[in-house]
């Protein structure tokens, strides 16, 4: 058994989450209240050592008085809790939102649409990336169709009848099946997370395994 | 018939017992599972075998905590099959935290291989066998960096030797000392860079260890030959056990076959959960 | 006023936003640099202490009027107060004003951190793994078309990435990794132009004023 | 040893061909330079670049691996620069004759983007147009989505069972669209809850988030004449971190045992801790998202789930704000657009020598 208290912190802590397993108790909820507390002040440094700090104070008080403007805009938010003012709230929100969503746009344009495109399209180049040989044509064509279904399944403007119901209903097969394969692809990687977890709490700490 | 209509309804934590017990069960007793080697493992095997003597392996260790069940026993593995063939190494990680992790790894398998050498020169020694280079920010800057000069991106090591001092180094200059990279990121989406620069721009070969989860992600890069050869998950580790074991004859512990057993415990278990859960289901359906 | 301000500054935030997209010219550059390097995290970081107000008013309260479970808040304020000391007083490598170590023992913020943080955050994650079980067990059921979809694929998956399943057949390992590259690959792409286009939508309508939900009055 | 060298030298092959330009579609400071591959690539380390202003003393400014023919060189805008090429063994160095000069500028359009621009443009327009025909007055019709219908029931449920509603819009910063459109499914799902005088929880991961849905659900008490309803704890901050956060709304589930739970938003790996513990109170739940990976979790484990865009539709039609519904239309023309470039585009690469996969680069 090992005696570093942090060992003995963190096996506690961990015990003490894997309780909620079985049902939701105090031991529990105190290890869920040191968490949110632990967290936040956690991020408290965070943003005051490596945001605050170097990029704010210390630059300002090194003449980049330009600086003072971003600061009153973040202290807009505090104006809250002036019911007169507390409309200034949306100024850095705003700012915040509009130019995230500016920067947006064309990310998605490139990275979700144009290059999806790319490679959806049937040509030889496409066909030889499966290393497939002949296959490799079939699975592009498959593939392809499966990406037009899918596609007309998010068609909302339409009801679903006709050529639409069926293209829609085959969209679902592939979606389901994705979501199939990805939640069985997953098991693995959390249950080796708990495997290492067990090791932790059985080998560090108690010593009963190697 | 009402045997069906609880097996229907089995309560969660019945299923929890189930499943918890039987992987402390296959700690308990521990045995290791034959698995077959598939090509993208065979090819990271062959290319760090085949090292040459006058080449070096770079071993990136950037898997956080999270990642640390997965890609840990790679890096084991590769690291003794390394050493085994006397590869000299240079290990590294692309982020400061995850530095303790990497240094775990380096420490353990070099006091084991020291524990079975009978003289000085069969042993590892600091600077002429191995360097942990330890961490430069921001990870671009070693990533290309090393192209030109090793020495040059770290100055100094983990330990703060001078690098250019070190018998190795005198030898391995950049990548063309530089036989394979082997990047183990676990989420970070490290080794992607790792092709993207390294090995677009130095022509490095670069094989990658990563998480089950980002394994889809990553097979266009090993297909596209960007990854010489590449390990999945925990699966992946235990392949290279295997071939460790049966072509390197490395004697090790083989903590990632292992843990296959308990995985496959595990998922037979959830499949056996779901396999009565529908009979039950269809049972109890026809009856009604 | 209170309207029309936001709304003119979400336009023009927008639109600079898309400029810094198209244009590499390092004038543009620079200013998008400054913007999210400097001027959004800066102001992001005033959010974050309203957010602790909101926390520490919330348990504060709780406190207060004796709520059902308030000790629960002492804890939480507790080790939020004893963090941000140790963090801001110990500064980040445990260099600062404030003493991290006594005798052996070490409590700076890195330390937390690996000790506390990760131990948590660990183990919350491997509750997924039990969740998983249990979620499939309930769910996987042949009931509909969907449902028996999606068993068959995560059955055929689970036991592909097996030996045991390379045991059954040797194809079954190549079945499952072909379900991921090909049908999986295609249900994905399709949701991915959806989700594209449905975000470029609302990006727009953002920048263009047309979606005002955001300003608090819900809808127009 | 000079004799040794010469001879080197002259057993080397220098790379040839050296061609560079001024780097396109960017913010100057970069010359692109080309070369043919040594003949001798196969035994050489490397390529060394070197470059001069006067065409006389030249300067080693970087260095590639073998087989490598292009790379780029940080320069100044406007001075105007020689470069050659050496191919590296060892101490030997070939040379190929230099080339020159060249200068870089700084370009105001990124040139590589150019379909990106008219994707903008064309899916801008119909949207635009639509919505444009939407405030016109021209009705619209949009599919029934399972999810949405079902708001109303699981806020009446929460009403019977004098149990509150849960709402947690994600993990996503206020610049992710899926917490945008999380803002207006809230604000109607908080108004329900102001009518039937429903308790509403609402614990949020980021700062900014947190301010914004705050004054939403404010102002949804306000507008159906609850505003001394309205807690102002109802909307509270809990963690900037995805498994505090989770372990603190697992925490609050069972204290609180809300009827219905809200996953909208975006999610990561926590998805199924959230849903699971809520599946197994005996929560209705209903989850929408757009992050793929943790959509199969939402499936398996709450009652309905949004897929996708339909979260974007569910936004729109939630609030019957026929502007909005109208962006929907103009998003299903731009499928059919989608749909069309494939086909026309895979025939074309089928049939033709042309390379259409480069428009889409």
Redesign the interface.
């Known amino acids: 058994m090992n005696f570093d208290p942090w060992i003995w912190i963190g096996a506690l802590l961990s015990l003490a989450i894997f309780s909620f397993l079985y049902k939701e108790n105090p031991v529990y909820y105190v290890a869920e209240h040191i968490y949110i507390g632990v967290i936040n002040g956690y991020l408290v440094t965070f943003y005051w050592h490596n945001i605050l700090v170097p990029i704010l104070f210390k630059r300002l008080f090194s003449g980049m008085y330009l600086l003072i403007i971003p600061a009153f805009i973040g202290c807009l938010y505090f104006t809250r809790f002036i019911p007169r003012l507390s409309w200034l709230v949306r100024i850095p929100i705003a700012l915040f939102m509009g130019y995230y969503t500016g920067l947006f746009i064309p990310v998605t344009i490139q990275a979700d649409i144009i290059k999806q495109i790319q490679a959806t399209l049937l040509t030889t180049q496409n066909f030889k990336m499966w290393n497939a040989g002949a296959l490799g044509i079939v699975w592009s064509v498959i593939l392809f169709v499966g990406v037009i279904c899918t596609i007309s399944y998010f068609y909302f403007s339409r009801e679903h009848k006709g050529a639409l119901r069926v293209t829609s209903r085959i969209g679902i097969v592939f979606i389901m099946l994705g979501f199939g394969a990805s939640f069985g692809y997953t098991v693995m990687s959390r249950v080796t997370l708990l495997i290492g977890k067990l090791q932790f709490l059985m080998g560090d700490w108690l010593g009963i395994i190697k | 018939m009402k045997i069906f209509e609880t097996l229907t309804r089995i309560d969660r934590r019945i299923i929890f017992l189930a499943l918890g017990g039987l992987i402390i069960f296959s700690l308990l007793f521990p045995r290791f599972l034959k698995v077959r080697v598939f090509p993208p493992v065979a090819k990271l095997y062959e290319a760090v075998d085949k090292i040459p003597p006058d080449k070096a392996l770079i071993l990136d260790i950037s898997y956080g905590p999270q990642y640390q069940a997965e890609c840990e026993p790679m890096a084991y593995t590769v690291l003794r099959h390394a050493y085994k063939n006397r590869t000299k190494v240079l290990a590294l990680s692309l982020y400061a935290e995850y530095l303790g992790l990497a240094k775990k790894v380096l420490d353990d398998v070099t006091a084991e291989y020291n524990r079975n050498a009978r003289s000085r020169d069969d042993s590892l020694i600091y600077g002429r066998d191995y360097v942990f280079l330890g961490w430069q920010p921001p990870p671009i800057i070693p990533i290309l960096g090393m192209g030109e000069s090793i020495a040059g991106v770290y100055q100094i090591d983990y330990y703060g030797n001078q690098t250019d001092t070190l018998p190795l180094m005198k030898h391995i200059k950049n990548y063309n000392n530089v036989s394979i990279l082997v990047a183990l990121g676990g989420g970070t989406g490290s080794e992607k860079w790792w092709a993207q620069f390294a090995q677009r721009k130095f022509g490095l070969r670069v094989g990658a260890g990563c998480s089950a989860v980002l394994g889809a992600d990553y097979y266009p890069y090993y297909q596209a030959g960007q990854f010489t050869g590449m390990m999945v998950g925990v699966k992946g580790a235990a392949e290279y056990e295997e071939l460790a074991s049966s072509r390197a004859k490395i004697t090790a512990e083989r903590v990632a076959s292992e843990r296959m057993l308990s995985l496959t415990y595990a998922h037979l278990i959830m499949i056996a959960f779901i396999v009565i859960g529908n009979i039950s289901y269809f049972v109890t359906r026809r009856k009604k | 006023m209170?309207k029309k301000?936001?709304?003119a500054?979400?336009?023009?935030?927008?639109?600079?936003?898309?400029?810094?997209?198209?244009?590499?010219?390092?004038l543009?550059?620079a200013g998008d640099e400054i913007?999210?390097?400097?001027?959004?995290?800066?102001?992001?970081?005033?959010?974050?202490?309203?957010?602790?107000s909101?926390?520490v008013?919330?348990h504060t309260?709780k406190i207060r009027t004796r709520r059902?479970?308030w000790p629960?808040?002492i804890?939480?304020?507790?080790?939020?107060?004893?963090?941000?000391v140790?963090?801001?007083g110990g500064?980040?490598s445990g260099r600062g004003i404030l003493p991290t170590q006594i005798g052996n023992?070490n409590f700076n913020?890195q330390?937390?951190?690996?000790?506390?943080?990760?131990?948590?955050?660990?183990?919350?994650?491997?509750?997924?793994?039990?969740?998983?079980?249990?979620?499939?067990?309930?769910?996987?059921?042949?009931?509909s078309f969907?449902a028996t979809?999606?068993?068959?694929?995560?059955?055929?998956?689970?036991?592909?990435?097996?030996?045991?399943g390379?045991a059954i057949s040797?194809h079954l390992?190549a079945f499952?990794?072909?379900?991921?590259?090909?049908?999986?690959?295609?249900?994905?792409?399709?949701?991915?132009?959806?989700?594209?286009?449905?975000?470029?939508?609302?990006?727009?309508?953002?920048?263009?004023g047309?979606?005002r939900?955001?300003?608090?009055?819900?809808?127009? | 040893m000079t004799t040794l060298m010469i001879t080197l030298m002259m057993a080397l092959a220098p790379p040839s061909d050296v061609k560079a330009y001024d780097t396109p579609g960017d913010g100057g400071s970069s010359i692109t330079i080309e070369w043919q591959l040594s003949p001798d690539d196969e035994d050489i380390d490397g390529y060394e670049i070197h470059r001069s202003t006067d065409n006389v003393t030249f300067e080693k400014v970087g260095f590639v691996g073998k087989g490598i023919a292009q790379t780029d060189d940080k320069t100044r805008d406007r001075e105007r620069y020689y470069y050659k090429i050496a191919a590296v063994k060892d101490t030997a160095r070939a040379y190929s004759t230099s080339q020159g000069p060249f200068s870089s500028a700084a370009q105001w359009f990124n040139t590589t983007m150019w379909n990106v621009l008219i994707g903008f443009v064309v899916s801008s327009f119909f949207i635009i147009f639509f919505i444009y025909r939407a405030r016109k007055g021209r009705s619209l019709y949009i599919r029934k989505i399972a999810g949405l219908s079902a708001v109303d029931d699981a806020v009446g449920r929460a009403t019977e069972m004098g149990k509150p509603i849960l709402y947690s819009l994600g993990l996503g910063q206020i610049d992710a669209i899926a917490t945008i459109a999380s803002l207006n499914i809230v604000g109607e799902v908080a108004k329900k809850c102001a009518e039937f005088e429903t308790k509403f929880l609402c614990p949020t991961f980021d700062p900014v988030v947190y301010t914004v849905s705050r004054e939403i659900v404010k102002q949804s008490y306000g507008t159906v004449g609850k505003p001394d309803r309205y807690d102002p704890n109802s909307v509270f901050y809990l963690a900037a971190s995805s498994m505090a956060y989770a372990s603190g709304i697992c925490g609050i589930m069972t204290r609180e045992r809300p009827a219905t739970n809200f996953w909208i938003g975006s999610f990561g790996a926590e998805s199924l801790i959230l849903a699971e513990t809520g599946a197994a109170m005996g929560a209705i739940q209903i989850a929408g998202t757009d992050n793929v990976t943790q959509l199969p979790f939402f499936i398996t484990a709450c009652d309905y789930t949004l897929i996708g865009e339909e979260l974007y539709a569910a936004s729109a039609y939630i609030s019957k704000e026929p502007l909005l519904l109208g962006a929907i239309k103009g998003e299903d023309f731009i499928k059919v657009i989608i749909v069309g470039l494939l086909l026309v585009g895979s025939v074309i690469g089928l049939v033709s020598r042309f390379q259409i996969l480069s428009l889409f680069k």
């Open positions: 209170k301000i936001p709304l500054l979400v336009f023009i935030a927008g639109v600079s936003g898309l400029v810094a997209a198209f244009v590499p010219h390092p543009v550059k913007m999210r390097n400097d001027v959004l995290r800066i102001i992001q970081s005033f959010a974050f202490i309203l957010a602790l909101s926390l008013s919330v309260s059902h479970k629960y808040s804890v939480l304020l507790a080790s939020f107060l004893i963090t941000s140790i963090g801001l500064g980040v023992f913020i330390t937390i951190y690996q000790n506390v943080i990760i131990a948590l955050s660990t183990s919350m994650f491997a509750l997924l793994a039990f969740y998983m079980a249990s979620a499939s067990y309930r769910a996987f059921r042949i009931r969907e979809l999606l068993l068959s694929a995560a059955f055929i998956v689970m036991l592909g990435v097996l030996p045991i390379d040797h390992p499952a990794q072909w379900i991921l590259d090909v049908p999986n690959a295609a249900g994905q792409r399709g949701i991915a132009f959806g989700i594209a286009l449905g975000g470029l939508a609302t990006a727009l309508k953002i920048v263009l047309i979606e939900s955001w300003l608090g009055g819900g809808g127009a």
